[in-house]
């Protein structure tokens, strides 16, 4: 179940953050969540690959009201085409004044969580739509066939 005014508290979690300890101490918070809060989502990406990482995805946004979101996946990459974001779109349509760097949570938090489940990482665009994707990670010293 999805409570969307929650977009208000985590605004003024990343605010007061930002405020009173600094955009490092911020940046810290986000990747503690996706490393510490998102284990058991990361641990099965990790287990099951891009199909199990596209299926999370799409099971996630199928709960956040307002979403529109697109989920493809091949055999080594996962990408989100989020057409609406659901935070986004539920803080405009009530007037708030978004963080500037709000959108830079997904970076971190998602960034956190991929490396963990041996992914990287990339985000295009913000506050409202953007393009996330997560490539499977593979070492410039892995063995070639």
Do not use: N
């Amino acid at each position: 179940m999805s409570a969307p005014d929650f977009y208000f508290a985590i605004d003024a979690i990343f605010r007061h953050l930002h405020d009173h300890y600094g955009k490092p101490a911020l940046v810290e918070y986000w990747r503690s969540l996706g490393r510490e809060f998102y284990r058991r989502r990361y641990e099965r990406w990790k287990e099951g690959g891009p199909a199990t990482l596209a299926a999370d995805w799409r099971d996630y946004f199928a709960q956040e009201p307002q979403a529109a979101v697109d989920v493809t996946a091949d055999e080594d990459s996962v990408t989100l085409e989020v057409r609406t974001c659901p935070a986004i779109k539920h803080l405009r349509d009530r007037g708030r004044d978004i963080a500037p760097y709000f959108c830079d949570h997904c970076d971190h938090v998602c960034g956190a969580m991929a490396e963990a489940a041996g992914y990287a990482f990339t985000r295009l665009g913000g506050m409202g739509a953007c393009r996330q994707q997560f490539v499977i990670h593979t070492s410039p010293f892995a063995e070639k066939p």
